[in-house]
């Protein structure tokens, strides 16, 4: 048989490029990011089948990532996402519009141009990786929240719109990822990581390892009755402390 083709977006850094790695020897892996030297760069060192720089912000962005490409996709892990640690009245009118842009807007255009593929075949995998954040909810965090907490909402309707067509969607809501994502959202002017870990029961990091692990279980056969669902891997963060 034929290896599937995977789209992963925001797959040059962090739990987007270690998911690309885990599944390069297995899939056809297609990944996506603002950077072309990067990615190409990326593509040649671990044998990626391909990718696309484009920058999910600007507008019609999925339907010319889909032109770029010209693939028919199986499986999609919509990852590509932006965090803002800011308390509500400081947030500025262009973080919170490229938040809803990049973290829920994208993923659900990505998915209504991958679907036909998935329909006419009667196979198809979609996962989002959303957050904790969403789930929970996060001070100072609320456009973040409210944004990842959309998913959720995103993939329990279209599981239920696409049950009889064999495709699930599920999504992974990821606690505190030892990423570029933290380093690049400044916590550490409010917080050491050493104060974040305090506040994880199981006292560490999730690793992108997992995440990727995860997303491998639910693309399989084992998981064909999952869909709908909310995976919360968190090192126990969603239980409190």
């Known amino acids: 048989m034929s290896k599937k083709n995977i789209l992963i977006t925001g797959s040059s850094q962090g739990i987007g490029l270690e998911t690309a790695k885990y599944f390069a020897s297995d ?5 996506t990011g603002r950077y072309e030297e990067k990615l190409k760069k990326l593509c040649i060192e671990n044998k990626f089948a391909g990718y696309a720089a484009v920058d999910l912000y600007e507008e019609n962005a999925a339907l010319k990532l889909f032109k770029t490409l010209n693939i028919d996709f199986d499986i999609l892990i919509n990852n590509a996402g932006v965090y803002f640690y ?6 500025n009118h262009e973080d919170i519009v490229n938040s809803i842009k990049l973290n829920t807007l994208a993923p659900y255009e990505l998915i209504k141009y991958i679907l036909p593929h998935m329909k006419r075949q009667k196979w198809g995998r979609i996962i989002n990786i959303g957050s904790i954040s969403g789930v929970m909810g996060e ?4 456009i973040y929240s409210m944004t990842k907490a959309s998913l959720i909402g995103l993939t329990k309707s279209l599981a239920l719109e696409l049950a009889q067509d064999n495709i699930t969607v599920n999504i992974i809501n990821p606690g505190w990822v030892d990423t570029e994502l933290i380093n690049n959202a400044n916590l550490e002017e409010d917080f050491s990581k050493n104060e974040i870990i305090e506040t994880i029961p199981q006292r560490r990091f999730v690793t992108p390892e997992e995440i990727a692990q995860t997303c491998n279980f639910l693309i399989s056969g084992n998981a064909s009755s999952i869909t709908g669902q909310s995976v919360n891997i968190c090192a126990g963060l969603s239980l409190g402390f």
């Open 27 to 31: 899939y056809n892996v297609f990944i």
């Open 86 to 91: 800011s308390g509500i009245e400081k947030m």
């Open 139 to 142: 001070a100072n965090a609320s």
